[in-house]
Structures are given as C-alpha cells and as structure tokens.
C-alpha cells in the first residue's frame, strides 16, 4: 500500500528533481470501519449492506484514489465528521 501510494504521489505532484510533492484530496473516516481514508475526490456518503444482517453501514466513497491513512494523524476527526480536505506535503529529506 505504502509503494502504491507514493509511486502515485509522484504521478500526481512535481516531477522537479528538488521540489516537493503536494497531494490534495479529502479525509475522512468510515463508520463500518473505523479506519481514516484519503479520497483524491471529495468523498459522499453512501449506505453500505452488512453481510448477511440485513443492517447498513455508512461509508464514504469516491471516484478518485482512495488510501488508508492512520486515524491518529486525525485525532480531532470521526466517523460522523465531513470530509476535511487536506494537502499532504512530501519532501527530500535533506542530507545532514
């Protein structure tokens, strides 16, 4: 997951030998799952079946990308927050 999310950050930001990469895209968190999501595209809410129990979970979905991040670099967040659009910012480590 992790190479698949940088090879498309790479894709998706600058290609400049010093410059930094910029993901934009919106977090949220799944209520079925409780997991921290980023959507390249702003996210909508939708109802998803529970195997088997009849019951529904609500989830967001998008038609972009879509990657699991920690929930607790969102600690602020749950599932019933909008989606918060973010930019994830990734830099060259310097040497020394």
């Known amino acids: 997951m992790k190479k698949i999310m940088f090879n ?3 894709a998706l930001g600058s290609r400049e030998k010093d410059a930094d990469t910029v993901i934009q895209g919106w977090v ?3 209520d079925a799952y409780g997991q921290c999501f980023l959507h390249t595209e702003k996210p909508i809410q939708k109802s998803q ?3 088997d129990t009849g019951d529904y979970d609500t989830v967001w979905d998008s ?3 879509t990657y699991l991040l920690d929930t ?3 600690p602020d967040m749950d599932s019933e ?3 918060e659009p973010v930019e994830i910012i990734i830099k060259r480590k310097k040497n020394g």
Do not use: V
Request: charged letters at 30%; a negative charge.
């Open 81 to 83: 927050s909008d989606p």
């Open 63 to 65: 038609k972009g990308k």
């Open 8 to 10: 498309d950050a790479y």
């Open 49 to 51: 079946p529970i195997a």
């Open 28 to 30: 949220a968190i799944d």
């Open 72 to 74: 607790g670099l969102f």
